[in-house]
């Protein structure tokens, strides 16, 4: 049962880790006078927040889905709306992608972290994750998954954790890499934050289509 879970869930966890946001957000933080602190500090702040959003909706679709029994209507109509707007941000990040030689700038709240000290990374970590609507969108989702599973309250725990842990650990690679690396890989991570503005536009976005459609098949199914 509990792998039936993680194997679900799976999808949304790669979207979440593909998700450039958090990334160049952490990566502008590293950089600053007092990175390593303040990158821990995000890091914190991220986890903290994506687990309580994550327990949240686990608990809600839980409730709805009826501990793995038939379903309520709502949740069927719950992962039409969830499909839907997964699919309608696919379209969105799909036409926005940067073309052919054209460079994509750090969004302006992203880029003014450079000077933010830990008390501050780790708001900002925390508002990255729950404040962000492709986030909150791909938690939910991925909890409609577990509606026909009949979970324990440690099962669901574990759930839960290992969809955190899962989906932040480039996030988590990252700031323990820049606080174990050199000069070298300092460089590393500042070209990174380049390569995931240009290119992760495209990746989220057949992602997300593909959980979309995923996801509306299944809320279609439930309501024939």
């Known amino acids: 049962m509990l792998a039936d879970a993680i194997g679900k869930m799976l999808p949304a966890m790669m979207a979440i880790a593909l998700t450039p946001i958090q990334i160049v957000a952490a990566i502008v933080v590293l950089g600053g006078p007092r990175g390593r602190a303040s990158g821990f500090a995000f890091l914190a702040g991220w986890l903290v927040a994506l687990g309580a959003l994550a327990t949240v909706a686990n608990l809600l679709v839980e409730t709805l889905g009826e501990g793995g ?7 069927h109509w719950f992962q039409l709306a969830a499909g839907l707007l997964l699919l309608v941000m696919a379209m969105r ?35 990255t994750a729950a404040a962000n609507p492709k986030i909150i969108a791909l938690v939910l989702s991925s909890a409609t998954s577990l509606a026909y599973l009949a979970l324990s309250a440690r099962e669901l725990l574990a759930v839960t954790s290992l969809f955190v842990l899962l989906g932040s650990m480039p996030l988590i690679a990252l700031v323990v890499a820049h606080a174990t690396g050199g000069p070298a890989t300092a460089s590393r991570i500042r070209d990174l934050k380049g390569f995931m503005l240009r290119h992760n536009d495209v990746i989220l976005a057949v992602v997300l289509a593909m959980l979309g459609v995923n996801i509306l098949g299944n809320g279609i199914s439930g309501l024939r």
Request: charged fraction near 20%; hydrophobic fraction near 50%.
């Open 69 to 75: 029994r038939t379903a309520s209507p709502l949740l």
């Open 93 to 127: 990040l799909w036409r926005a992608r940067p073309r052919s030689g054209e460079e994509r700038a750090a969004p302006a709240w992203a880029a003014s972290l450079g000077e933010a000290g830990p008390a501050r990374a780790f708001a900002a970590g925390a508002s």
